[in-house]
């Protein structure tokens, strides 16, 4: 072969090599996933992981309630919309603020999912019927002084709209109470997303989250304990109930970056703020 042909290989052998080191380098290190096609960490048994306390992961999760739907540029064109010129959700209640002395201050804004169909029509009668119906209730009927508010938050990851609605409730001397109600609907098959569907889309298994679910109820319940044995009103958790099972699970949501919230608001069947939160 010509010396000269020869070199001119290997300079482009040399030249491939040098782009393909350059394009493992920036999909590694630089390529950002959009927030409608989202990577997941899969967690293994035994995995060590940095120390997060339940404060901080409650703090971070009481913080997405903005009161926004973060659309990440999610095409909506094919979407069957109530309202064409909304988006698929907002604020159908806003910054509604009423307060009168001795009776109640209330602060809320409530979300309607602007989508056609059984699913989501299901979704924004239940919205009605536990926030909009308290709201009515408190400023009809409040006998003892009420403060309430209500916020909520939502994301698209792969396809899937997730939106959560937390309210606070304190009324009188009773505890204050903490309520969140969450919906997780598939934008492209218009049915409710369970969540076997969102851990068998991460290739998650069912024990090691119920065994990471389990640790961190303990956890709680331990330090539940031990402010009680100093004078504490604490929320007393069942750790042999079946509810801390995954496949049990019904209140759930993804975040911003495809984080996996699984929320315990046991102020949904009590009058406590107490919460645990599981972040996968």
């Known amino acids: ?30 390529k950002k996933e959009s927030g409608n096609n989202v990577s997941y960490k899969i967690p293994v048994e035994n995995e060590e992981e940095n120390i ?16 926004q739907y ?7 064109s094919n979407i069957n919309k109530i309202n064409k ?4 959700v907002y604020s159908e209640i806003d910054g509604f603020e009423r307060k009168e002395d001795g009776k109640y201050d209330i602060k809320a804004t409530i979300p309607i999912i602007n989508i056609e169909g059984e699913t989501v029509d299901k979704y924004n009668k239940t919205t009605k019927n536990v926030f ?10 409040a006998t003892v002084y009420t403060i309430c508010d ?8 792969n ?7 937390m309210a606070s409730i304190k009324e009188g001397d009773s505890a204050q109470r903490l309520i969140v109600q969450t919906y997780n609907y598939n934008l492209l098959t218009d049915k409710d997303v369970t969540i076997s569907e969102i851990l068998e889309e991460r290739g998650l298994d069912d024990k090691i989250i119920t065994n990471k679910i389990k640790s961190i109820i303990k956890k709680a319940a331990d330090d539940a304990k031990e402010m009680q044995s100093t004078g504490y009103n604490v929320y007393e958790r069942n750790l042999n109930s079946d509810m801390y099972d995954v496949t049990a699970v019904n209140n759930f949501i993804q975040g911003p970056n495809g ?22």
């Open 1 to 30: 072969m010509n010396k000269n042909i020869r070199n001119v290989l290997y300079v482009i052998i040399i030249i491939i090599c040098i782009v393909a080191i350059f394009v493992g380098v920036y999909t590694q290190f630089f």
């Open 52 to 67: 997060i306390t339940q404060a901080e992961i409650k703090d971070t999760f009481r913080n997405l309630f903005e009161n």
């Open 70 to 76: 973060l659309e990440s540029g999610y095409d909506e």
């Open 85 to 88: 010129d909304k988006p698929i």
């Open 132 to 141: 909009v119906k308290k709201l009515n209730d408190v400023m009809s009927n």
């Open 150 to 157: 209500v916020s909520y938050t939502a994301y698209v990851n």
């Open 159 to 165: 396809d899937i709209l997730s939106l959560a609605i």
């Open 259 to 280: 984080e996996l919230y699984i929320i315990y608001a046991y102020g949904n069947e009590a009058f406590t703020s107490e919460m645990d939160i599981i972040e996968i």
